[in-house]
Every structure is written in structure tokens, then in C-alpha cells.
């Protein structure tokens, strides 16, 4: 399988090199060269299979035999053990014809679990055949950091060195990084805010002279393997409910767009999608380009859903590049007239996009409404990224009779602070976490000095084997 970039320049790679890549040399995103089919029948024989048998079939033409099939499906075996309910992702129904696909029953309560839980182990899997180690670094404002983490923290060959805003994250986001206390893992809190930190991520990528040849890289929603890793619960969802022999429709809370992304490679590969309705919070990009194409950055908001809290949506590039029948370069000149003006898409490629997609703008009022109506109707106490979803599916819907699968991507738990707001007492964390606020804490405090970042870097990493 080989992978190219959606702008076009940068050089073809295969599976391996693509996931130690993240970002193309030309500013692109990679995507898969050809996008491989899964029939009718392939689809029908899934039915019934277990989440790890279902996810060794779906992405196994895009490793493309780079790793053997008995190591892979130890891999994602083993992956997925990590998660606390047998069906990994389970369906829970709403009401007549509307379900939640649960993707929080993964270590930090959080979808990213999914991808990170894979990608850390790929990661490492290639690093020893290499003979070779690597670092990764990475800024967060909480979710990521600590999926990131624990993807990682077994992985022999990679060591882990996470920047957060000191005293700028939540106790239970920070406790789930710095309660990890593996010898591979570093949370580094730096006095200053998110932007600091993310900045200094990028200038460290920019220049990786500190690190002497040893290869850093990143598991932020650009690196392919997180998306591979996500097209299967569109899957094992679609096919739990009927597909190939009828079709279904997903909403989904959005902020990078990594994760709708992967629902539409699960249709591109055959499965049988009515409708993609994407939800946003108050920063709705997506929404405005799709209903206005208006395609414009606009000051960030910090709302009720800080998940989905973004200015640019990273992945809508590869589906730009899809809408623009893979006109790299017609992609690049769209992305690069947005970087500094309002932008616009061609009308050819937006109608393509309107043909299976729709979108909804949820602010901070409606999300408290949207938990409490869920509650109210169906017993159900959704998170505000989920309930963003919630609201969404309702109101976009094309028709009753297609099931809606809405796309559950974190535990209220999580982010409980906005669940008492809606007027609920609180939420319990589930029993498997009941101790993290006890739990022994370890993390650097460092100034938003970007030499000083990346000498505790250097000092700290594992060497590499001589
Ligand atoms: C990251 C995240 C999202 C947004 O997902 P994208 O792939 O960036 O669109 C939504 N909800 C939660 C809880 C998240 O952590």
C-alpha cells in the first residue's frame, strides 16, 4: 500500500514510513493511494465477529503486509484488551432509531483511546525492528496528553515527554498524566498557556538538531495510523446494524476532523452510509464552510466542549482533496490563501461535499439543554462533545428510517464540571479510576523557554542503543 500527500509534492511512502512520518514534506496530509474495498460479502461475514477480528480484517490492506498478520492481530489483540467492556465499542439505543456508539470505555475515558491504544504499539512494533528508539513530544490542553500517555507507556522504544499549561487543565485531565509513573513517560508543565506550549512543540519539530539524529515523532490526529484505527468501530458499528443490506447514518462531534474523516473511508471502502452530519460547538469552521462556504479561521472561543475547541480543522484537507478529485494542487492553493484571508471553496467540490454531508452549530446554552432533554427522554447523561452530537443528529437527520448512530467520544465523568452545570449532581468516575485523585503524582515544572524544554528533552530521553 502506498500513501500520497494531498498536496501533491511530497515523494510516495508505504505503511512504515508513513506512520513514523506524520506530516508530508510538501505540508500535505498523506492519504492511501488507492482506498481498498471491502465487498458485500467481506462486510456480511463480519457480522457477529469480535471488535479486534473485525479491526484485523478492516485495516490489514492498509499495513500492506508490512507487518505479518500473526503480529498484527496480536496487536490489536492486545490493544483492545485494554478497554473495560467486552464489546469494546458498544451500541447503546436511544430511542426508536437512534443509537450512541460508546468509544469511552478505553483507559482515559475518551475516544482517542481507540487510535492511541494502536498506534503506540505500531509504533513501537517498527522502532525494534529498526533497532532504533524515538521521542515523542506533544502539547495538550488535556485529552490527547494523557491518550497519548497511555498508548505509550509500555512501548519499550519510545519515550513520551507531554507539555501542559501549568495549573491550566483540569485536576482529573492532569491526574491522568501525571499518575502514570512509567519510566518512558514525562509530563512537563510549562508556566504558561496552551499556545506556549503547542509552540514550542512545533519549533522543536521544525529543528530536531537537540536531539542528535534521534527521530521524534508525532501521534497528533494527522499521523495516518490513528485514522486507519478509527474506521473500524463505522464498521463494526454499520455492520451490528444491518449493513451491507441497509444503510446507516453517523453524527459526529467535530473539531480536527480526524474522526468524521474515518467514517468516510469506512463509505469510500464499501459501507453503506445515508448521511455524515457533523457537530460543532460555538468554533464551527466546519459548519460555516459547509452551510455558508464561508471558509474562514475566527478567534477561538473557549466553550463547554474544550475538545472540540479549535480554530482550523487539520484533517479537512483530506477530504478537501477528495472533493477536488485529488487535485493536489488545486488543494494547496485553496490551503494556502486560507492560511492568510478568508477562503472560499470552488462550487463543484462543495456540492460534492453537500451530497453526503450536514452540519450543525451547537452553542454552550444548547449543550446544557441538549443534557438535559437526552436525560429526560432516555435516561441517558451524555458528555458536552456527545451531547454537541446529540443535538446535531436530531435536527439533521434526513429520515427516520435510517438509523442514526450518534458518536459518544467522551464519559460524562470527564468532564463533569459542564454535567453540573446542566443541573446534575456530579458524576462518579467509574470504579476502575475511583482512586486517581489519591493516586502518587510526577511532572517537571519548566518555564516557556523553548531551550530550556529541549535540553530537560535531551537529558531525559533514553539513549539510543549504540
Ligand atoms: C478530540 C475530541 C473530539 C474531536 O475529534 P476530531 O477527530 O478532532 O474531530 C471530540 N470529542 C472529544 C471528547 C475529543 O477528545
Redesign the pocket.
Known sequence: MRYISTRGQAPALNFEDVVLTGMASDGGLYVPERVPQLSRDELAAMAGLSYAEIAFRVMKPFVGGEIDDATFRDIVHDAYATFSHEAVVPLNQLDSNHFLLELFHGPTL???DVALQLLGRILDHFLIKRGERAVIMGATSG??GSAAIEGCRHCDNLDIFILHPHNRVSEVQRRQMTSVLADNVFNIAIEGNFDDAQAMVKASFADQAFLDGTRLVAVN?INWARIMA?IVYYVAAGVALGAPHREVSFC??????????AGYMAYQMGLPVKQFVIATNANDILHRTLADNDFAKRELEATL?P??D?VV?S?FERLLFDAYQRDGEAVCALLERFQHEPAALAEAPLARLREKFASHSVDDATILEAIREAHHRTKELL?P??ATGYRAAEVCRADAATPMITLA??HPA??ADAVVKAGFPGVPLPSHMDDLLEREERYTVLPAELAVVQAFVAEHRRTPAA
Open positions: 475518551a475516544f482517542k485529552d490527547t490526529s478509527q459526529v462531534p467535530s473539531a480536527n476532523f480526524g474522526n468524521v474523516f466542549a475538545s472540540m479549535i480543522s484533517n458528555d462533545h456527545t467520544t467522551a470527564k468532564f
